[in-house]
């Protein structure tokens, strides 16, 4: 069975950091590209960042753009999400999927930074 699990998540200050892990299973998680997500209260869904298969090539939302520092592990079927200098507007829910598989995705989970 397919599988994406997020972990890492929490409450953070502005200016801090968090790293988010997405654990996948039951498929070839090193043939697909992978994408993290999030969702804000009222807000629709939208891509944060993604990385090919082999994680040569990533690509950001504007606003994350320096920031944030998408990876994977192949080895360990595990993509990763780096943030840091953290803002407010970073708070939603984030999830992971694999980029062409609509019905890969993680269940979620909550960041939220506030002081």
């Known amino acids: 069975q397919v599988q994406l699990v997020e972990s890492g998540g929490g409450l953070v200050q502005p200016g801090g950091s968090l790293r988010l892990s997405c654990a996948a299973s039951?498929?070839?998680?090193?043939?697909?590209?992978m994408n993290w997500y999030r969702q804000a209260p009222g807000k629709e869904r939208e891509f944060v960042a993604g990385i090919t298969s082999n994680g040569g090539s990533t690509n950001y939302v504007d606003s994350v753009k320096g920031r944030f520092t998408i990876s994977r592990d192949n080895a360990k079927n595990t993509m990763y999400l780096q943030m840091n200098s953290m803002k407010p507007e970073d708070t939603a829910v984030y999830y992971c999927?694999?980029?062409?598989?609509?019905?890969?995705w993680g269940q979620g989970i909550q960041v939220t930074v506030s002081s």
């Open positions: 039951g498929f070839t998680f090193s043939r697909l590209a």
């Open positions: 999927n694999a980029r062409g598989r609509p019905n890969f």
